[in-house]
Structures are given as C-alpha cells and as structure tokens.
C-alpha cells in the first residue's frame, strides 16, 4: 500500500516569505497526486492535481504554485506567502488497485 | 449552495449508541468516500463507495445514486470513534469536492 511521506509538519512563517512544501511517496508507481488546503473551521479544498511529471492542474486562483519534479515527489510553493495562506495542507494519492485516496500527515502553516 | 452537504454538522452520542451521518450532494459524481479526521489533523479514508452498501467492522456507509444521498452509520458507537467524519464526492480526474464535516464525540 501507498505511504505519503509530508514535511515539515508544523511550519510558522512570516507574511511576504517563500514556502515549500514537500510531498514524497512510496509504494507506488505514476500517481495521481493532490494538494489540498484546510483553512481553519471550514472544509478541505482541492488546491492541486497532477496526474504526471510536470502535468499539473490548478483548481483554483491563489497565491500558490505546485511541481512535480519526480515520479512521486510533489511540491507546494509560493513567493511571498499571506496570511490568508494559513491553514493545514495535506498531499493525498490515488491508490492504485481500490483508487481510494490516501493522505499524508499533514503540515500546519502557521503566516504571521 | 455548496455542492456536498452534511448533516448534522456536531452530533454528541452516549456509549453504545447507533449513530448515522447523512451527505448529499448536488452533481455527478463516480464515486463516494467518507474519510475520517482525527484530532491531530491524519485523515483516513473509510469507504470508497459507487453503489449499494459496504461494511467495515462496525462501520457501514450506504448510497442511493438516484437520490444522491449517502449515510454512514456507526454500530454501538465507542469514545474512540469521537472524529470529524467528512463525505466527498469524486468527479472527473478523481478529483474530490468535500463536505463541512460531522464533529461525533461519543461519551463514555
């Protein structure tokens, strides 16, 4: 089964610095791969997919970008964060035999 | 309107208690999950349904396609099934639109 590898798990930064996040996993073999965002108190948002290297689909405007350098290596990056970018960001795969999705441990960004 | 709606949005249950969780939603979906948040933020999936009924321990989730309505119940309910219970449905390219969440405390 897949394992979703997330770091760092909590993150405190400042408004106007750059982030990455990294997303790596195993067990698998051409993903699809997906960046989701938990703002507090309200429900996950799809923020990115990719269903290959360097293939990568935006669900929605915002002040992040994603890669997908390797395989299984998925990356959340912005230039200057803001504080609207707080919030628990979990990467999440498509299993390959029962295509439930599985997710990452999660990283707690924290912009002040 | 959002286009996964649960209900209810808290449920607090005594021990041995059957609980159910209802989720509807408003377009086509291929398939329906319902995922389980424990308090850390670590989200498991519990069910990946498209049709009739699955069961998993205590566990059972159910989906009328026609009426596009989804319930996970939970048999003689435990403390360590107090979680925030999110349905989602699946679109194209897998992609998943998720409900609010049910916040269930079950007290012992």
């Known amino acids: 089964s897949q394992t979703i590898h997330q770091w760092p798990a909590t993150l405190v930064q400042p408004v106007g610095s750059p982030l990455s996040l990294e997303c790596t996993v195993e067990?698998?073999?051409?993903?699809?791969l997906y960046w989701y965002r938990q703002a507090a108190g309200r429900g996950l948002q799809l923020l990115f997919y990719?269903?290959?290297?360097?293939?990568i689909s935006s669900e929605v405007p915002q002040n992040l970008s994603a890669s997908r350098p390797q395989d299984r290596q998925f990356i959340l990056s912005s230039k200057k964060l803001l504080l609207s970018d707080s919030g628990f960001y979990l990467c999440?795969?498509?299993?390959?035999?029962?295509?439930?999705?599985?997710f990452g441990p999660g990283t707690r960004l924290t912009v002040t | 309107k959002n286009e996964v709606e649960q209900s209810p949005q808290n449920l607090t249950a005594q021990e041995g208690e059957f609980i159910t969780i209802n989720c509807s939603y408003s377009?086509?979906?291929?398939?329906l999950h319902w995922l389980q948040q424990h308090p850390g933020g670590g989200i498991v999936s519990l069910f990946m349904?498209?049709?009739g009924k699955k069961k998993h321990g205590r566990l059972i989730a159910t989906i009328n396609i026609q009426e596009k309505h989804s319930s996970l119940h939970i048999t003689a309910s435990h403390p360590r099934d107090s979680a925030v219970y999110i349905c989602?449905?699946?679109?194209?390219?897998?992609?998943?639109?998720f409900g609010e969440g049910t916040q269930l405390t079950v007290n012992p």
């Open positions: 377009v086509g979906i291929s398939a």
């Open positions: 999440a795969c498509r299993g390959d035999a029962n295509y439930e999705q599985y």
């Open positions: 990719s269903v290959g290297i360097g293939q």
């Open positions: 067990g698998t073999s051409n993903p699809n």
């Open positions: 989602a449905v699946e679109t194209s390219g897998s992609r998943l639109t």
């Open positions: 349904l498209s049709s």
